[in-house]
């Protein structure tokens, strides 16, 4: 379960975005232009020495994800990276493959989708063809786990959270998860964990104190997927609800444009 939640988390990582339009809220539904800037760069304790970014043009997105429990595979905490190459794909699988002191075989699921150890730390890679209409390059992204040194409880990169909503429900696995986006230009803060109330319960609880907010919205995804969102402060503020097991899955986010 926390392998499919983390693999989770960092799909919604790299594909979901907000506007790059300065005069308008954040879009919930993602409808937007990405922004044509080219930026390089990384965290600020991305261990770039150990695992550096290959022939980039440019970095999508950057991530840190603290968590409260240790991950069978990658470990409790970890940085994720999304960024475009010049390199073809073929080379690019060669550089890391070769940089890794070791793949390992039960994750090794083809040449651009694989795992492996540099200095005891977990790494995982998907490479592919740039497919985006605003590709540069091809894609690549990186995962790897914190050294356990610099384990922690709460996100470094919290220290700038805007308390706007507060954590309600919580049973287990607390994940907060910091992401600048520099393709729509935003940076957000998420708060994963289980809880064991129902929807209703979640939906009741933050209705009763957010449904003044601007734009207050609530809407269903899909079979099991329930969403709502309002604007404060120039925030867009979501909650998501996934009840798709006696062990719900919900996440609470935070996000702004630069």
Not at 81 to 99: C, G, P, Q, T, V
Request: glycine residues 4%; contains cysteine; negative net charge.
């Amino acid at each position: 379960m926390k392998g499919i939640k983390l693999i989770t988390v960092l799909l919604l990582v790299f594909v979901v975005g907000c506007s790059s339009n300065n005069n308008a809220n954040p879009d919930p539904n993602n409808n937007q232009e990405p922004n044509d800037e080219y930026v390089i760069k990384t965290l600020e304790k991305y261990p770039i020495d150990l695992l550096p970014l290959y022939e980039v043009i440019r970095v999508n997105s950057n991530d840190y994800h603290v968590r409260e429990d240790k991950g069978f595979i990658i470990g409790k905490d970890l940085y994720a990276i999304n960024f475009e190459s010049s390199a073809d794909i073929d080379d690019i699988a060669e550089y890391y493959r070769e940089l890794v002191d070791e793949v390992d075989p039960d994750m090794d699921y083809d040449t651009y989708n694989f795992s492996g150890i540099i200095d005891n730390r977990r790494i995982n890679f998907f490479i592919q063809e740039g497919y985006a209409d605003n590709a540069v390059g091809n894609d690549v992204m990186l995962s790897i786990g914190a050294d356990p040194s610099e384990y922690a409880d709460t996100n470094m990169y919290f220290n700038t959270y805007p308390q706007l909503i507060e954590v309600f429900g919580y049973d287990n696995s607390i994940e907060y998860t910091y992401t600048e986006n520099y393709t729509f230009d935003y940076v957000r803060y998420v708060i994963s964990y289980f809880t064991k109330l129902s929807k209703d319960e979640v939906f009741d609880h933050y209705r009763e104190l957010y449904k003044d907010k601007e734009n207050f919205t609530e809407q269903q995804s899909t079979e099991t997927t329930y969403t709502m969102y309002w604007y404060d402060q120039g925030y867009l503020v979501q909650v998501y609800f996934n009840d798709y097991s006696e062990n719900k899955g919900m996440s609470i986010s935070v996000e702004k444009r630069n």
